[in-house]
């Protein structure tokens, strides 16, 4: 017995000839709309995610330290908060690190890729950790868009000028996305060096093992007159260094040292994997564990 057909509206309208549909709106990635997450009920939701399991997850697996927030003091409205980028749990270490004042108003540019690959992974990223797309890939213009109209209205941005997680441990070149944002908004680049991750939960790794971090930040840089992208990029990634130096060692010493520009450099030695490996040195151990307390929400 052949069953009838089924006609519209039970089934999908038929098309004339000679007409063009228009193209599907995409619900992921690069086209994939956050402004649903900015809206009240979502900001309230994430604050509770925040300083609640977030925060109790990476004091838990991080227990992280702090340094340099004084010199953000006199800092005021929005920024743009540039850090080195060794693993997923970075974003979560930085909303749980960066000050109040800019905390609950700050997106993060997120792999459109990765974190908004579909419909569920989208939402959470957006929903959890405020992230907006951003194509990592290739020049974007909607990408650049998005997140400059964002800090017109006020928001503050943070992002990974790497473009992605290091594969070896050691860091990878800046790219210009903070730099350009900064003059085109005519926002201040808080620089962010960040240690330990990468031996907590890093590329490759199945599962994080609990370790310590610590985050430093530096004083806030503006492009000076006439300063191209490059060359502003270029500034942003050597104070990341002079803060990786001043992890490292102290900050007389690394002040010294980015004077003389003797910092040493986040991407390594150009050298075959083996010997970048060796040169990490005890940076690929993974420290003693610090006595915890409770953390204060």
């Keep these: 017995m052949r069953l009838p057909l089924l006609k519209f509206p039970l089934s999908a309208p038929t098309r004339p000839a000679g ?4 193209p599907v709106a995409r619900r992921s990635g690069a086209d994939y709309d956050t ?6 009920l ?3 939701a994430r604050l509770l995610m925040v300083e609640g399991p977030i ?3 990476v004091h838990a ?11 953000l003091e006199g800092l005021e409205g929005p920024a743009i ?3 080195n980028h060794h693993s997923h749990l970075d974003a979560p270490l930085l909303l749980t690190s960066v000050p109040d004042r800019w905390r609950h108003r700050l997106v993060v540019a997120a792999a459109a890729d990765y974190f908004f690959g579909n419909r569920i992974t989208s939402a959470a990223s957006a929903l959890a950790i405020g992230a907006i797309p951003i194509e990592r890939n290739r020049i974007e213009r909607r990408s650049a868009d998005r997140a400059a109209a964002l800090i017109v209205r006020g928001w503050s941005l943070l992002i990974f000028p790497e473009g992605g997680r290091s594969t070896d441990g050691w860091g990878q070149g800046h790219r210009g996305g903070a730099a350009y944002l900064s003059l085109r908004c005519s926002v201040p ?3 962010i060096h960040i240690e330990g991750t990468g031996r907590i939960f890093g590329k490759g790794d199945k599962r994080p093992r609990p370790g310590t971090s610590r985050v430093t930040f530096g004083a806030p840089l503006h492009p000076v007159a006439g300063e191209h992208a490059t060359r502003f990029a270029g500034r942003i990634e050597a104070a990341v260094a002079t803060l990786a130096d001043e992890a490292a060692t102290d900050w007389w010493s690394a002040r010294r040292r980015a004077a003389k520009g003797e910092s040493p450099s986040l991407t390594g030695p150009e050298l075959a994997s083996w010997r970048r490996s060796w040169a990490l ?3 690929r151990r993974r420290p003693t564990r610090r006595q915890t307390t409770w953390p204060r929400i």
Aim: hydrophobic fraction near 40%.
């Design 61 to 71: 697996l991080a227990s992280p330290e702090r340094a340099g927030l004084d010199r």
């Design 55 to 57: 925060r109790l997850g």
């Design 35 to 40: 402004e649903w997450a900015r809206r009240p």
């Design 19 to 22: 007409v063009e549909l228009l």
């Design 189 to 191: 680049v808080v620089p």
């Design 281 to 283: 040195g005890d940076r």
């Design 42 to 44: 979502s900001r309230y």
């Design 81 to 83: 908060f540039a850090a």
